[in-house]
């Protein structure tokens, strides 16, 4: 099992940037693939970033060339730096994990990008 607590959301204005961070509750070595979601409101949750085995990156093509996420094994952390902040990237952003066929949440941090 894996408990994770997402950090660093909060309000900015268009064209500013947040960097978020999810400290998991123990070493991510060996967890396969780390995250990120966002939910909207009125919208489903949906893929923002993820990566797997520590290689593979992957992006949703509303975020991708703004957004860059990254894992450190030393902090046992996944952050995503999030750049060009758009008033559509508001929304809920839950940190995700994958291991041993069990998904695992966060509790959400807020991002709200003013116009």
């Known amino acids: 099992q894996v408990q994770l607590v997402e950090s660093g959301g909060g309000l900015v204005q268009a064209g500013g940037s947040l960097r978020l961070s999810c400290a998991a509750s123990r070493s991510i070595f060996s967890i396969p693939k780390m995250g990120w979601y966002r939910q909207a409101p009125g919208k489903q949750r949906e893929l923002v970033a993820d990566i797997t085995n520590w290689v593979s990156t992957n992006y949703a093509d509303s975020v991708k060339g703004r957004f860059t996420i990254s894992r450190d094994s030393a902090k046992n952390t996944v952050s995503l730096q999030m750049n060009s902040l758009k008033p559509e990237d508001t929304g809920v952003y839950y940190c995700?994990?994958?291991?041993?066929?069990?998904?695992?949440w966060g509790q959400g941090t807020q991002v709200t990008v003013s116009s």
């Open positions: 995700y994990a994958y291991m041993a066929g069990k998904d695992y």
